[in-house]
């Protein structure tokens, strides 16, 4: 069997589309067809509002090995421009998940090495099993990081911890990303996917309209200046408030019952 990415909509949470990275054999190692599949999917959620939220994962409790060392070795008789090409892909998925208005949720079992847990890092949200390892061992192989692995850790960890993990390429137990506040949730072995997408399914009951402006909010802030964002934090509150979601989300507090956003 190939490597592939699965779509579906579980009928527990009908308002989250699933994406299952599935490479059986090779712990869902990566391959372009996923990167170009996810691409797709990702486009296709964005235009169906029906789907509320998304949730990563793995198949066979596994989250995702990263790069195909094999597939790398076949690379390297190749030209240059035939991993570059690669590695584009990639980071097209990558950049897509961010710009993705729905919540992304990665659930991960097992492990998220290499560029699988730069996939994990690019989604919104991350439930991990309590056993679960991440690591980044592109250093152990020569290698160094793909899939904007270095940008996220660099800015989520302090510069001396990002240097060690991406350096040194030790795993990191789920707990441990946990209090440095990478990994929002720790679940036990086996119900990270039904913790997810519970999650997701909660998150799919806010206001679409409110949490596609925060996500651009927060993945603004980085790059602006407090007055600057203040500005887009303004622009931002008045456009929700004359939105249907800000009417709809305000009656419903008032008149004491759950909203319900179309």
Same mark, same amino acid.
């Given at each position: 069997?190939?490597?592939?990415?699965?779509?579906?909509?579980?009928?527990?949470?009908?308002?989250?589309?699933?994406?299952?990275?599935?490479?059986?054999?090779?712990?869902?190692?990566?391959?372009?067809?996923?990167?170009?599949?996810?691409?797709?999917? !990702?486009?296709?959620?964005?235009? *169906? &509002? /029906? @789907?509320? +939220?998304?949730?990563?994962?793995?198949?066979?409790?596994?989250?995702? %090995?990263?790069?195909?060392?094999?597939?790398? !070795?076949?690379?390297?008789?190749? *030209? &240059? /421009? @035939?991993? +570059?090409?690669?590695?584009?892909?990639?980071?097209?998925?990558?950049? %897509?998940?961010?710009?993705?208005?729905?919540?992304?949720?990665?659930?991960?079992?097992?492990?998220?090495?290499? +560029?699988?847990?730069?996939?994990?890092?690019?989604?919104?949200?991350?439930?991990?099993?309590?056993?679960?390892?991440?690591?980044?061992?592109?250093?152990?192989?020569?290698?160094?990081?793909?899939?904007?692995?270095?940008?996220?850790?660099?800015?989520?960890?302090?510069?001396?911890?990002?240097t060690e993990v991406l350096i040194e390429g030790k795993p990191i137990v789920a707990t441990r990303l946990a209090e440095l506040g990478v990994v929002n949730r720790v679940a036990k072995a086996g119900a990270v996917r039904g913790t997810a997408l519970a999650w997701a399914d909660d998150l799919g009951k806010i206001s679409p309209h409110a949490v596609a402006r925060i996500k651009g909010l927060v993945a603004a802030a980085g790059a602006q200046s407090l007055?600057?964002?203040?500005?887009?934090?303004?622009?931002?509150?008045?456009?929700?408030?004359?939105?249907?979601?800000?009417?709809?989300?305000?009656?419903?507090?008032?008149?004491?019952?759950?909203?319900?956003?179309?």
């Amino acid at each position: 069997m190939s490597a592939e990415l699965l779509t579906s909509r579980p009928l527990e949470s009908d308002s989250t589309l699933v994406l299952t990275l599935s490479n059986p054999g090779a712990r869902n190692a990566l391959h372009p067809d996923m990167y170009a599949a996810g691409i797709e999917a !990702l486009d296709s959620a964005e235009r *169906d &509002p /029906s @789907v509320r +939220a998304i949730v990563l994962t793995g198949a066979d409790q596994f989250f995702c %090995a990263g790069g195909n060392l094999n597939r790398l !070795l076949e690379n390297r008789a190749k *030209d &240059p /421009s @035939v991993q +570059a090409e690669s590695i584009d892909l990639l980071g097209e998925w990558i950049a %897509a998940l961010r710009a993705s208005s729905k919540p992304v949720i990665a659930a991960v079992e097992g492990a998220a090495a290499g +560029a699988g847990f730069s996939l994990a890092l690019a989604c919104d949200l991350i439930v991990a099993a309590d056993d679960a390892k991440f690591v980044m061992s592109y250093a152990r192989v020569g290698l160094t990081p793909d899939g904007g692995g270095s940008w996220f850790l660099a800015r989520a960890l302090p510069r001396q911890l990002a240097t060690e993990v991406l350096i040194e390429g030790k795993p990191i137990v789920a707990t441990r990303l946990a209090e440095l506040g990478v990994v929002n949730r720790v679940a036990k072995a086996g119900a990270v996917r039904g913790t997810a997408l519970a999650w997701a399914d909660d998150l799919g009951k806010i206001s679409p309209h409110a949490v596609a402006r925060i996500k651009g909010l927060v993945a603004a802030a980085g790059a602006q200046s407090l007055a600057d964002h203040l500005g887009a934090e303004r622009d931002s509150f008045v456009a929700s408030l004359h939105h249907r979601d800000g009417l709809e989300g305000i009656t419903a507090f008032l008149e004491k019952r759950a909203p319900v956003y179309k």
